[in-house]
């Protein structure tokens, strides 16, 4: 019989997905209660997301059959580990972005409400799905939800950059659709349980099309994880996308990179005698590639928006670069990285409209003049001035702001950027014979930290000290308290990166041996 502890699984799909419709059926008759409604909803997501975070660590995986059919015949959510802490990512990121909104964007647009419960309830599902087919299903949901968001506000920038958007989601989900059909038609089932189960019974002879199934799957979710050079789009839409947007958004790279661990480790983990070290190697190389072009893009760009998009790439290289060693230690520092970069880009998106707004029109153009030609020699000032000059309160907390984010982004200590580039490095450069790729790992991780600690000190020096002066930016206590509480947050990481590593290596030791995943979907002994 079941409880009310087992329907809190679907939860995270139900609330978002009544506040989409609520705040539809509300429409522009009452702005009050449309925010009321969805701020209910984000609310209620942390906290649901809390509980199950709680309720997932366990050895066996907690199953909703929906309908109480077998899992094998109908639609099951499964929650795990894994699962748990991306819906508390996901529903942190959506109360931070939501509550943004409020200060001016939520009226930049038409439906922007629905759209954004609708993108977390896509978010939750993927996160929850336990066959393919509905991963492809809430996949198609977030995206359509984010195509909305992606040109929320108009404009020509956002306009062209959402269609590319569009057009190369659009090729990834025909990617998707194929590789489903060739692994349906092999294995007779897109439950992801079943599928592992049977995939290690079945014959040599068809296991090269499982593999060609696997590989067309892969195409779809590393597009997705905007892998190089799948993922050229990614900056110049997200720094095209308005603030809140940006922000809900940066976190749809993870699904990508939560799908490949969920799929690969499942098909290809222990005991699936399928060729898991070639997969691992696609997956160190990309992710090693996607790092050095975005440490490059960081490097290259003058816009604050794509830096923070190209921060985006740096990240999804480091996780697939880490995952790709196949160790379950180095998933573990994979995923704690996964967490601290999450919020902190997060925090960076929201924080750029912040910093901007006190600047000039076209204040990057006159940036790199000032770089390429210098600036015109001014008179020494006068015995009688001030020395120094005075730093509003806002902009002195907007650079301590930014001064937390280059730390974070570029895992300098103290904080746990820093912590989770040393949690992935340890398991690799441990004692006995070190292979040449680990070395190649450490140097892409230093030098993209290097990378990314130029950039941004760079862009501080020319937003707060070297600009001319401007204005101090009039910032509402809801666009700033979401900053904060963001960087609170990997502050509280840091503090506690004891537990919290403890947790993710548990996560990791699962996903390395699903038996409880399978225990928990198929029953009995996988």
């Not at 015949?73 to 942190?92: E, T």
């Not at 110049?236 to 480790?265: E, H």
């Amino acid at each position: 019989m079941s409880t009310l502890l087992d329907h809190l699984v679907i939860a995270p799909i139900l609330v978002p997905m009544l506040a989409g419709i609520a705040t539809i059926l509300i429409g522009e008759r009452s702005r009050v209660l449309t925010i009321a409604t969805g701020f209910a909803s984000v609310i209620g997501l942390v906290v649901l997301a809390a509980a199950l975070l709680i309720l997932s660590d366990e050895p066996v995986a907690r199953a909703y059959r929906l309908g109480d059919w077998p899992a094998l015949f109908g639609i099951v959510l499964v929650l795990d580990r894994l699962a748990a802490l991306m819906l508390m990512l996901a529903a942190l990121l959506g109360l931070a972005a939501f509550s943004f909104s409020l200060g001016r964007w939520a009226r930049a647009g038409a439906h922007f409400h629905p759209l954004f419960q609708f993108q977390l309830m896509g978010l939750n599902g993927a996160f929850l799905a336990g066959d393919i087919f509905n991963l492809f299903v809430f996949f198609e949901v977030m995206l359509a939800a984010s195509y909305g968001l992606a040109l929320h506000g108009s404009g020509t920038a956002r306009v062209r950059a959402g269609l590319h958007y569009i057009v190369i989601n659009l090729v990834a989900s025909a990617f998707f659709l194929v590789g489903v059909s060739v692994l349906y038609g092999v294995a007779g089932t897109l439950n992801m349980a079943d599928l592992a189960a049977r995939i290690r019974m079945l014959e040599a002879e068809d296991r090269g099309l499982v593999e060609a199934g696997a590989a067309i799957l892969g195409i779809a979710f590393l597009t997705k994880a905007a892998i190089w050079p799948l993922g050229f789009w990614l900056p110049a839409t997200y720094a095209a996308a308005s603030t809140p947007a940006a922000a809900i958004m940066s976190i749809l790279s993870k699904v990508g990179i939560y799908a490949v661990l969920r799929m690969w480790l499942l098909l290809f983990g222990d005991g699936a005698g399928l060729s898991q070290g070639f997969a691992g190697a696609v997956l160190t190389i990309g992710g090693l590639a996607t790092l050095a072009f975005g440490s490059v893009a960081v490097l290259a760009t003058q816009n604050l928006a794509r830096l923070a998009g190209a921060s985006v790439l740096v990240s999804s290289g480091t996780l697939l670069a880490a995952i790709g060693a196949g160790e379950a230690a180095v998933t573990g520092g994979a995923l704690f990285y996964m967490t601290s970069s999450v919020l902190a880009i997060g925090a960076l998106f929201l924080l750029i409209e912040l910093v901007e707004r006190g600047r000039d029109v076209g204040a990057d153009v006159l940036a790199v003049t000032r770089e390429a030609f210098g600036t015109p020699e001014e008179e020494p000032p006068a015995e009688e001035a001030e020395v120094g000059i005075a730093i509003p309160g806002t902009l002195a907390m907007l650079g301590f702001a930014f001064l937390a984010c280059a730390l974070l982004l570029a895992g300098l200590p103290p904080l746990s950027g820093f912590l989770a580039k040393f949690a992935i490095l340890a398991p690799l450069l441990g004692p006995g014979p070190v292979p040449a790729t680990s070395w190649v790992l450490l140097a892409a991780l230093v030098l993209s930290g290097l990378a990314t600690i130029i950039a941004m000190t760079r862009t501080g020096i020319e937003v707060f000290w070297a600009a001319p002066e401007g204005t101090a930016p009039r910032v509402a206590v809801v666009e700033i308290a979401p900053v904060a509480g963001l960087l609170l947050l990997t502050v509280a990481l840091t503090l506690a990166a004891g537990p919290a590593m403890e947790f993710m290596q548990r996560t990791a030791e699962a996903l390395h041996a699903p038996q409880g995943y399978l225990r928990g979907v198929l029953g009995g002994p996988p």
